[in-house]
């Protein structure tokens, strides 16, 4: 049977914005279906900015990864004549042997990436505006920093659209099925069919993939802006992004320099990454409740007071938690002509731009070159 389309990708947001560009480069016919409008404000790229680091403390295993993704927001940058990818510095600070810095540090020797360690007595002249523990030391490293993210998926769609995508907004797939030449896709009364589908659907992945029983988790995360006294100390030529692995019970906490020209929001930007708070993406509340600015407030006083000041705005986002922290991409292990791409935990916007070339190598040769082994859905059967 003829299809009007060669791969059906549904959720446009990070990595299936990415996932359409990179098809619709390769001249095949995609269609992009999107639950809200294109770009979603409910999807887990807003909020403007995305932290982008290269010795990645997860597991070196990201690194190759980490590299192609970096070529391909520079490719992005090309094509669309946008500034996506802000490269600041980074620096990573946690207890001795805790797993940020040495999990850093083990990426950056495993693949000789540029770093520099800092004791605390080294963080606190270089960086004066952090407060920590004595024993807390840091690394440090260039080619780091943040990744305008709103705009890199406006990016993805526009060029994506450029090369013929056809992506729809206010199209919520309810059920697919596959068919001996390939998938039928429903929405409402209406139907698609396509020779593949790709299903990158972020937090809501376990409504639209309910049999396989995935293990993720949906937290709700706050983003905070606040205006700090001293508003220049922040800014990048003297403050990098940053993460902090608190001591135990204390969570992990990152946060942004300030953009002076308003493209990562107006004030400093911080957040707690980790613990997030259990919800449904269907029924969570994204207005302010009365814990989120102590949240933020909490980690100023701790780490930054001389950042500390009013919260100027907030924002509720969704991490998709998988099992072990790790995203999950793989072939759907009964149906070859279906792909997925989901529990991106917290850390995945990073990868968005090589992930759309990761999923449109296995839509259409049912393999990639990229090293994706560990990130497998076997490995929950072991
Ligand atoms: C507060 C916060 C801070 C973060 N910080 C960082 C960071 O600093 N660095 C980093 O690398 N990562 C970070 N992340 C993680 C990163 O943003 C996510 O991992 C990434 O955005 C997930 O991409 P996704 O494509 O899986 O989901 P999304 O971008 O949410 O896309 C999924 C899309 O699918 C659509 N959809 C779902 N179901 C359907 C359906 N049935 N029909 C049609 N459409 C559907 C949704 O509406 C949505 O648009 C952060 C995330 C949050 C929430």
Redesign the pocket.
């Known amino acids: 049977m003829a299809h009007a389309f060669d791969v059906i990708v ?7 914005a990415s996932t359409c560009w990179h098809l619709a480069r390769r001249g095949l016919r995609v269609l992009g ?4 409008p294109i ?2 404000p ?4 807003a ?1 403007l ?4 680091r290269l010795s990645y403390a997860e597991h070196p295993d990201y690194v190759p990864l980490l590299q192609g993704a970096y070529k391909y927001w520079e490719v992005l940058e090309e094509e669309s004549g946008e500034e996506i990818l802000r490269l600041t510095g980074a620096l990573y600070m946690g207890p001795p042997n805790g797993e940020l810095v040495s999990g850093a540090s083990l990426s950056a020797e495993q693949h000789g990436l540029a770093h520099t360690l800092y004791t605390h007595a080294e963080l606190e002249e270089n960086w004066p505006q952090f407060q920590l523990p004595d024993s807390f030391e840091g690394l440090y490293e260039d080619k780091a920093g ?1 990744l305008l ?1 709103e705009r890199a ?1 406006e990016a993805f769609v526009a060029e994506a659209r450029k090369h013929g995508a056809d992506l729809r907004g206010g ?4 059920n697919w099925t596959t068919t001996n030449s390939g998938v039928r896709v429903q929405v409402g009364n209406n139907e698609y069919s396509a020779q593949h589908l790709v299903i ?6 376990g ?2 993939l309910n049999d396989m029983s995935l293990p993720l988790v949906v937290t709700r ?3 905070g802006w606040v205006a700090p006294p001293r508003p220049d100390n922040f800014i990048s030529d003297k403050f990098p992004v940053w993460v902090i692995d608190g001591n135990k019970g204390e969570g992990v906490h ?1 946060g942004f320099p300030i953009t002076p020209d308003g493209s990562g929001g107006e004030g400093l930007k911080l ?1 707690l ?1 980790w613990p997030g708070k259990k919800v449904d993406p269907s029924t969570v509340i994204r207005d302010k409740l009365p814990n989120d600015d102590s949240d933020i407030q909490d980690a100023l006083i701790r780490y930054l007071p001389s950042g500390r000041g009013p919260l100027l705005s907030q ?1 509720v ?4 938690n998988s099992s072990d922290g790790d995203f999950i991409i793989d072939r759907h292990p009964k149906f070859p002509q279906v792909s997925l ?2 529990g ?9 731009s090589v992930i759309g070339e990761v999923l449109a190598d296995l839509a259409t040769n049912g393999k990639t070159d990229w090293p994706i082994g560990f990130l497998g859905l076997s490995r929950f059967a072991r």
């Open positions: 549904v959720g446009v947001g990070s990595m299936g279906l999107e639950q809200g770009p979603n409910e999807a887990s790229f909020g900015t995305r932290a982008i943040y993210s998926v199209e919520m797939v309810t990158a659907a972020g937090a809501w992945t409504k639209i995360q706050v983003l990152y957040a990454h924002r986002c969704l991490y998709t791409a989901c991106f935990s917290g850390h995945g916007f990073k990868f968005a």
